[in-house]
């Protein structure tokens, strides 16, 4: 069982050629365009479902932050689905891979900071240096502030990768704990079936948390720089 508990994390090939890029498009497929005057029941409940998150995720937003919508629903649709798509057995997960996470958070963390600058250069300065601070801190306070800035997209590729490798892990552990025992004890295997059960259930939701707070925090950056 140790060998085989980080084997869900390497990254599938075929023939020796890398197939996370397949892996990667696919979740865009359960997503399909409406193409009838009246939809389906799925595809209301999509529709519905993705302006109820738009609604809430741009409400704090003026008119330059809304013109992030598409780029917004896309990033939470495509996190959420691939997350859910790795909870399936002999899948694999390319949010569990911190290069990946890097890059969709430095790009959009980037454009944000650019955004910023841009649009609201004094004030983006002034988060570097608050206001009223003492002559003698300001030097160190720039430089902490600095630091901050530059940790927020690895924090926020972290947490993502974090939480989904984290849960993985647990799930791998305890079925391996549930096949072991119940060769020795049933009652004992049972108990552990079922924690598997919610452990399960409870990945379910943190996949599709942890999509939405990577995107509530791209829009919350997105907020303070425009």
Known sequence: MNENLFASFITPTVMGLPVVILIIMFPSLLFPAP??????????????LVQLT?????????YKGQTWALMLMSLILFIGSTNL???LPHSFTPTTQLSMNLGMAIPLWAATVVIGFRYKTKSSLAHFLPQGTPLPLIPMLVVIETISLFIQPMALAVRLTANITAGHLLIHLIG??????????????????????LLTILEFAVALIQAYVFTLLVSLYLHDNT
């Open 54 to 62: 738009t609604k809430q995720m741009l409400n704090i937003h003026n």
């Open 35 to 48: 193409n009838r005057l009246i939809n389906n029941r799925l595809v209301s409940l999509q529709q519905w």
């Open 85 to 87: 798509l790795g909870l």
């Open 176 to 197: 391996g704990a549930t096949l072991a025992l119940m060769n020795i004890s049933t009652p004992v295997a049972l108990i552990t079936f079922i924690i598997l059960i």
